[in-house]
């Protein structure tokens, strides 16, 4: 049996008109003949019908600091037993996951997994929680949902580790089902994500917001790339929105970019740029500010907003000294927006 049939499942949000399947899980809201696939290569019209091809079919599993989400609000020091399958919704010129994002099912000896072993998996590893990470968990709606339902049973938190384009309807459904995401705001004009990532910047936006809504717990991540998305403007405006939509207790996470794919030709970020973002989001108002990917200095230790005692000090991944009482600040008692 070929992989793409051992990963086969009837799919989620589709609507028939014939022979011609939309489906409705993404903002791409792809057309798609019979036996040809939507834009994420992972979806497919068989005889007027959606199908996942890539049910319970995974490319990596890991056992990852929660803090290379990055999540540096949700179980701190805690393992994430992470799941990634293959494929993407979005096109980045610049994935630093390509292997995965644009592989083929011939690339890939995918590991066929239930989500009984999900759980397993993460009770072998002691993980807190269950991540779909790597590729876009969007894609793989169907199993992300099941095994995540699985593994609440049994007490285990759940997180996704997303670019955010996503439709309102299924995003919805994963209230209760998902409870962190670290979402990607990859710039903020739409000519960056139509020129740079193959899709619009808006439905990204109105993602971040539904799972704000959704109280789901949300972390956002920009990665800053020189002459793409790295001016003090647009940076600004991210923060704003950040600020005004999601409110100033959503920690953002700015990354460093390191020259990849088909954007080799692009120098990495220099540390000014990272120090600029820093400052600008603090200035807006953005609470808990973090570089990652580049020296941070102290700049990825979590502070309490209201008395500036460090609170959690890390280096890299690895939470090295906290100073809390249960999720509050150890000193004042200060909300840190931090599920332990
Ligand atoms: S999930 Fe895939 S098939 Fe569905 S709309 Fe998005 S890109 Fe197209």
């Known amino acids: 049996m070929s992989t793409s049939e051992r990963g086969l499942h009837e ?47 995974a490319s990596s599993i890991h056992p990852d600091p929660i803090e290379k989400k990055p999540l540096f609000h949700f179980l701190p020091g805690t393992t994430s037993i992470s799941f990634a399958s293959i494929g993407c919704n979005l096109f980045c010129r610049h994935c ?8 083929r099912f011939d690339d890939f000896d995918l590991t066929a997994i239930t989500p009984e072993e999900v759980v397993r998996y993460a009770d072998t590893t002691r993980s807190k929680s269950v991540s779909w990470t790597y ?60 020129g740079t990532c193959g899709g619009r910047l808006q439905p990204v936006l109105t993602a971040c ?4 809504e959704l109280k789901m717990h949300v972390e956002l991540t920009y990665l800053i790339i020189p002459r793409y998305n790295d001016s003090q403007t647009e940076i600004e405006s991210f923060c704003e929105w950040a600020v005004n939509k999601l409110g100033p207790q959503i920690p953002v996470h700015f990354s460093a970019f390191h020259p990849d794919y088909k954007l080799t030709n692009v120098p990495g970020t220099p540390q000014s740029s990272m120090d600029m973002a820093f400052d600008i989001a603090r200035s807006k108002g953005i609470q808990f500010v973090y570089l990652g990917n580049i020296s941070a200095g102290d700049k990825d230790d979590t502070f309490c907003p209201k008395c500036g005692s460090r609170v959690i000090e890390r280096e890299g991944f690895w939470v090295h000294g906290t100073n809390l009482r249960e999720n509050r600040c150890g000193n004042c008692g ?3 927006y931090l599920i332990v």
């Not at 008109?17 to 992972?42: Q, Y």
């Open 11 to 57: 799919a989620l949000f589709w609507t028939r008109e014939g022979d011609i399947v939309r489906c409705g899980l993404c903002p791409h809201s792809c057309v798609i003949a019979d036996g040809k696939r939507g834009l994420c290569g992972v979806r497919e019209n068989r005889k007027g019908r959606l199908y996942s091809l890539i049910y319970g079919l």
């Open 96 to 103: 630093q996951n390509y292997s995965l994002s644009r592989a």
């Open 135 to 194: 590729n876009e968990p969007t894609i793989w709606h169907e199993f992300t949902s099941a095994a995540s339902k699985a593994a609440h049973k049994i007490g285990l938190k759940t997180c996704y580790v997303t670019n955010g384009y996503i439709q309102e309807d299924p995003l919805r459904e994963l209230r209760g089902v998902i409870d962190a995401m670290n979402i990607d705001v990859k710039g903020f004009t739409d000519k960056f994500y139509k």
């Open 209 to 212: 917001e539904v799972a704000v």
């Open 334 to 336: 200060a909300d840190l």
